[in-house]
Each structure stands twice: as structure tokens, then as C-alpha cells.
């Protein structure tokens, strides 16, 4: 299936499942995230705020604010740029909350990435919504990538091209419950 068709799929599954069942997805996933030992070893964490049909990450910023520095994206123009949340935030680009807190222009200092998508494998390779934004980011962070997807969008294998950064991992909830899945390098 291509891009694009794949896409087209996720949305049409999401639009299938209750905001309950979401949401409960969601909390189980937020629980693996915070078990990770990647994350316990991580001082300042990249998340995003979610757009209503993402697994929603808002328990698991509020749970983080506390221990670690939280890093959201913020859309400018073709990029995302990368603010400290400082508990302020104002609709942006696509009507995303977005942090108004210091820019991030040391990258290094990230310490795991909590990533968005439309779909995952477990080669860790990941399908967007399209534009791109993530494409451009990721490959400038040297950083555990931690997928994050509801369990209909981890897929026995996704699209890709060469330039594409795989995921190191994928939070999800499987037939164990939830978990992160360490990917597997690349077929």
C-alpha cells in the first residue's frame, strides 16, 4: 500500500474507535512510557502536544513537568523548532497548542524523543501525516526516537525511503498490554 492510501486507512480506523477507547489507550500508554528506562535516564524529554486523533500525551507532560524539562515543537513555517514549556501555551499552526517558553538551540541536549505518527513497524520505521515536519527534525537529534502510536497503527511493515530516521523503539498497547516494542533493524 502506498503513502498516501496507508494514510488514508489510519484516519478511517481512528474515526472507528470511541474517544473512551482512545483515551484508555492513551493512559496504558503513557504508564509504558514512564516504566522506560530511557525515559528515567533522560533529563529533558521532546513531546508534543496531540491533535484530537493522537495517542494523547497532556497526562504524561503534566506527570514529566515535575522531574524533567519538556520540550515541545512548535510549526515555523516548512520546520519545527523546538521550545522549553514553561506551562504556557498558545494555539499554532494546524490549531496545536504550542509552547511560548525559550527556544531549544542546543539539540544535543535532548535526551529521548517521544515521536508522533500515522503508522510504525517494528523496524521502527514510521509514516507522518505528510508534510514533513518530523522528516526534517528527526535526523538532527541524536537521541533515543520512541514511536507512539495506538496498537491499530503498529503494522507489520510501513513504507519507506533511505533518508527516513527509524524509531528506536514504539509505545503501544499489544495482546501483553501496554509496552514499548524495541525495534529490529531494518529489512
Not at 535516564?41 to 521532546?46: D, E, S
Not at 521550545?83 to 535532548?110: K, Q
Not at 508522533?116 to 526534517?136: C, E, I, Q, V
Not at 503498529?154 to 524509531?167: K, N
Amino acid at each position: 500500500m502506498n503513502k498516501a492510501a496507508l494514510r488514508s486507512e489510519i484516519r478511517h480506523l481512528k474515526r472507528t474507535f470511541t474517544r473512551e477507547r482512545l483515551d484508555e489507550w492513551s493512559m496504558a500508554i503513557t504508564r509504558a512510557v514512564l516504566d522506560d528506562a530511557r525515559l528515567a535516564a533522560a533529563r529533558r524529554v521532546l513531546l508534543y502536544h496531540p491533535l484530537p486523533d493522537e495517542v494523547d500525551t497532556t497526562p504524561l507532560i503534566s506527570r514529566l513537568q515535575a522531574t524533567h524539562e519538556i520540550i515541545l515543537p512548535v510549526v515555523r513555517g516548512d520546520d519545527l523548532e523546538l521550545r522549553r514549556h514553561d506551562g504556557r501555551l498558545a494555539e499554532g499552526a494546524y490549531g496545536i497548542l504550542e509552547p511560548t517558553g525559550p527556544l531549544l538551540s542546543d539539540l544535543s541536549t535532548v535526551g529521548v524523543a517521544i515521536i508522533p505518527g500515522m503508522a510504525f513497524d517494528t523496524s521502527g520505521n514510521r509514516l507522518g501525516r505528510g508534510k514533513g515536519y518530523y522528516d526534517r527534525l528527526l535526523p538532527r537529534l541524536d537521541c533515543p526516537k520512541v514511536g507512539i502510536c495506538f496498537p491499530f497503527q503498529l503494522l507489520p511493515a510501513v513504507p519507506y525511503e533511505a533518508h527516513d530516521v527509524p524509531m528506536d523503539a514504539v509505545a503501544t498497547v499489544t495482546g501483553d498490554g501496554p509496552s514499548i516494542i524495541d525495534t529490529l533493524p531494518r529489512r
